[in-house]
């Protein structure tokens, strides 16, 4: 079945350490992205990719930098964690282009900066 | 870049009462418009997408949703909620250039039994 797969689901972190969040997905979509969730502010855009080896900035990009080294693999790096990087971080896979580009989410990954 | 309105942060409704979910977005050109449903510790699922044709499309679970390019919105209906139908519900909108979907802050709907 295809699916978005993220790793790890929860992960406490301290301030000043690398994150790495790992996406996974097998439905062999071009296009892939990273969101944060947090109360108030919805899903914010931080990076997206068009396919391997692409990344691009989002709205939110500051602090976290992106890899896209195969088609089925998104990662999402946190070089110098801060405590306001606490969050929910989900990432998705999308067709391209327009309607065809409805998202298919992972469960999430919780990240706590301590 | 294209963006999103949920003017509903919190909505409280009975069981078997109607409900309407108000969508507003800003998109300079043709807007595709999404409505996705995230349960508790999930990730979001797609409820029901637009892009053109019938402003009225149908989604899963009896939920239906209006589109009106003169009010730019895109509010999401249903006749009669059921207690499963709690959950927080997002609005999205992306554009035919492979641009990617911006979202709204979400409404937490609440059905009361």
């Known amino acids: 079945e295809a699916a978005v797969t993220q790793s790890p689901r929860n992960k406490v972190a301290v301030t000043g350490g690398k994150v790495t969040l790992s996406c996974n997905q097998t439905?062999?979509?071009?296009?892939m992205y990273w969101y944060r969730q947090d109360t108030g502010h919805g899903l914010r855009l931080i990076h997206y990719s068009y396919g391997a080896g692409s990344t691009e900035k989002g709205d939110i990009p500051d602090g976290y930098k992106a890899s896209r080294p195969s088609q089925e693999n998104f990662s999402l790096i946190l070089e110098l964690a801060t405590p306001s990087q606490t969050s929910v971080y989900f990432c998705?896979?999308?067709?391209?282009?327009?309607?065809?580009?409805?998202?298919?989410f992972g469960e999430g990954s919780r990240l706590i900066v301590v | 870049a294209q963006s999103v309105t949920q003017p509903d942060a919190r909505v409280t409704v009975s069981e078997g009462a109607s409900l309407q979910l108000r969508c507003k977005y800003s998109?300079?050109?043709?807007?595709?418009l999404f409505w996705y449903v995230q349960y508790p510790r999930q990730g979001l699922q797609l409820l029901l997408k637009?892009?053109?044709?019938?402003?009225v499309v149908q989604g899963v679970n009896g939920f239906e949703a209006e589109f009106s390019k003169s009010n730019s919105s895109f509010h999401l209906r249903k006749a009669s909620v059921h207690w499963s139908d709690s959950a927080v519900y997002f609005c999205?909108?992306?554009?035919?250039?492979?641009?990617?979907?911006?979202f709204g802050a979400g409404t937490k709907l609440t059905v009361k039994p």
């Open positions: 999205a909108v992306s554009g035919n250039n492979n641009n990617a979907p911006r």
């Open positions: 998109y300079s050109a043709t807007p595709y």
């Open positions: 439905n062999n979509h071009n296009n």
């Open positions: 637009y892009y053109s044709g019938d402003p």
């Open positions: 998705a896979s999308g067709g391209t282009g327009g309607a065809g580009n409805t998202l298919y």
